[in-house]
Each structure stands twice: as structure tokens, then as C-alpha cells.
């Protein structure tokens, strides 16, 4: 979950960073009105993604600078797949998630953006032993950004949180992260940040990585977001009718989500890592200028639990390849 936030944080416009994607994964810097054509609307794009523990999209929604306070709920559903890799039975997964975002502008250079979220996953094994049961989050972060002349500026993010399985501990699951970078508006519609990243991992060591997330309007009403970090991926928005209310999305990426599992049979504390590569296709629809609709369809290709023991992976399983389907609301006030 915690690369997802910096997707929703990270991406860079010109003298400040307002509350996007990055997805993630960014709005305009300056003070501007109602954007009158797509390359201006890249600027007031409100990417409310949901931070997945199994898949994540950046959405677009067209807020105006002014809406501080943004609130998204999203819920998905994967289809039952077979477990593989050693594993007995099948399995299929719900997942819901609530986010809000709180955004202030310290000044004309200056914003701080505060953000705390929850996400429950239901774990639905049929057939076989459960290996962990359902799983909830949740977390806090603080962004902050300050931008400089000539297109260049900085950014700061911090973040804490916990996960567990229902016969975990949150307080094993404690996790964070940390990321520092410049980021660069290069005043051809391509806008980048990137830094040094450091997040933990649970029964595993810490990890230094590479943030880098661009954003792209490389034509009319078409748009291209790249990140890499925790999670990689890159997703393709289109403009369908050129009036900010309609947004088609494509991704495709690879996603990590760790959390505290119960005590193995010998007692010793366990962290399960959950990857995915997932290509999703949705379509997004402003039902009034604060509110927006939007429906997804997804096919995983792969899915696999890693389960960690004192810094060393004891044991995987691997799923099957399966499709999913979510629905997700966001509002700005």
C-alpha cells in the first residue's frame, strides 16, 4: 500500500505539488481556473487510486485546486483460482478500501497534504487448510512539497502503518517508509519526480529503492504515468470526449503488499508478502464536478504469497491466473 500513496503524491508540476497521483500518481502548481483544453486539464487531475493490496490504478477526476478535502471508497472482487506451487483448494478475494486526503497550502510554494486510510481483504479458501486468514490495514502520511525557479522543486513524504491477518498482531504488522527527491516540470507536458525511497518489510530487512514517477500528456486528451519504486507499473488515460468527464484507463503492473501472519507451528513470528502482475481497463465517469463514478475490470496474471521468518522466506504458493472486478466512488470537497 505504501507505494501506491507515493503514486497518488509524487508526481511534479511547476512551483508547488498539489494533492495526485501517483498512483497512483498531481495537479497544477499555479493558481488557474477551469481548464479549457486536455493539456490544461492535466494540471487539475485528482488521481484518487486505490491503495491495493492486491491491484492498483490511478483514477482521474477533474477537481479544481480550491477542493482541499478528498474522500474515495472502493471495492473489488477477484474470482476464485486454483492454488498452486505445493497448495491444496482454491481461492478468491474481496477487497474494500476507504481513503481521505486533507491538502494546505503553507504558501505560494509551500503545500502540505496529510492522508490516512483503511483497506480490509477477505481471504475465501476453498478446498484446502487456510494458510492466513482476512487481513485488515491501515496507515497515515504526511507529504510535503516546495518548489524552486525554473521549473525544479522538492518533495518529502513520510509514512506509517500496520497490517495483519485476523489472527496476527498489528503490532507485528508495523510498517513505514520514507522518500526524498527533486522533481522537475520540463514545460512540454512531461513532469517527473524521483528520489531515494526506504521502506520496511515485515520478518525481512529493510529496502533502499529508486522512486521515479513521470507523467506524460504526449497528445491531445491522451496521457502516459510511469513509476517505479515498491510497486512498477504504467498506465495510459483517454480524454473519450475531450470534456474532463469521461476518462478510459489501461494499466499494467506489478504490485507488493506485505502484512503480519499468525505464529508459525514452531511459534515464531511470520510477515506475507503478496505480489501481483495485473493488467486493469476501466472507465470513469464525473457525475458532478466533485463526484466521480468509476468500473474496472482486471485479469491477474500472476499471484504468489511469500511467507518470511526472521529475514529469510521459509515457504510460497502461488494462484492461478484469474479475473477481477471493482467499483469505486470519489468525491472533493
Avoid at 486539464?41 to 477526476?61: D, K, L, M
Avoid at 503488499?257 to 510477515?271: C, E, H, I, K
Avoid at 501481483?276 to 499471484?303: H, N, S, W
Amino acid at each position: 500500500m505504501l507505494n501506491s500513496i507515493l503514486r497518488k503524491f509524487s508526481r511534479p508540476r511547476s512551483r508547488t505539488l498539489s494533492l495526485t497521483c501517483l498512483i497512483a500518481s498531481a495537479t497544477s502548481l499555479s493558481a488557474q481556473t477551469t481548464p479549457t483544453s486536455a493539456t490544461d486539464a492535466v494540471g487539475y487531475r485528482e488521481q484518487i487510486a486505490p491503495s491495493a493490496g492486491t491491484i492498483t490504478v490511478p483514477n482521474t477526476a477533474v477537481v479544481p485546486e480550491n477542493n482541499n478535502l478528498k474522500l474515495s471508497a472502493m471495492f473489488e472482487h477477484d474470482f476464485k483460482a486454483d492454488l498452486k506451487s505445493g497448495a491444496a483448494g482454491n481461492l478468491n478475494v474481496n477487497q474494500f478500501e476507504l481513503r481521505g486526503d486533507y491538502a494546505l497550502n503553507l504558501s505560494a510554494k509551500d503545500r502540505l497534504i496529510v492522508g490516512a486510510e483503511y483497506m480490509y481483504l477477505n481471504f475465501e479458501f476453498n478446498g484446502g487448510p487456510a494458510p492466513f486468514g482476512n487481513v485488515q490495514q491501515v496507515g497515515a502520511n504526511v507529504y510535503y512539497t516546495h518548489g524552486f525557479d525554473g521549473g525544479w522543486g522538492m518533495f518529502g513524504f513520510l509514512y506509517g502503518g500496520s497490517a495483519a491477518e485476523s489472527s496476527g498482531s498489528m503490532n507485528h504488522g508495523g510498517q513505514g517508509g520514507v522518500a526524498v527527491g527533486p522533481t522537475w516540470d520540463t514545460g512540454k507536458n512531461l513532469t517527473l519526480a524521483f528520489g531515494p525511497m526506504y521502506f520496511s518489510r515485515i520478518e525481512d530487512h529493510g529496502a533502499v529503492t529508486l522512486m521515479l514517477n513521470m507523467d506524460w500528456a504526449f497528445a491531445p486528451q491522451w496521457n502516459l504515468y510511469l513509476y517505479t519504486g515498491i510497486s512498477s507499473g504504467a498506465t495510459v488515460t483517454y480524454d473519450l470526449f475531450n470534456d474532463h468527464k469521461t476518462i478510459v484507463d489501461a494499466s499494467l503492473m506489478y504490485d507488493s503488499f506485505w502484512f503480519a501472519a499468525r505464529d508459525n507451528p514452531a511459534g515464531a513470528r511470520q510477515g506475507v508478502n503478496q505480489t501481483d502482475m495485473t493488467l486493469k481497463v476501466g472507465i470513469r465517469q464525473a457525475l458532478t464536478p466533485a463526484v466521480f463514478l468509476r468500473g474496472y475490470a482486471a485479469a491477474i496474471f500472476e499471484r504468489e504469497y511469500q511467507f518470511h521468518v526472521d529475514d529469510h522466506s521459509t515457504n510460497s504458493f502461488k494462484v492461478d491466473p484469474t479475473l477481477g472486478v471493482g467499483v469505486e466512488i470519489g468525491l472533493a470537497f
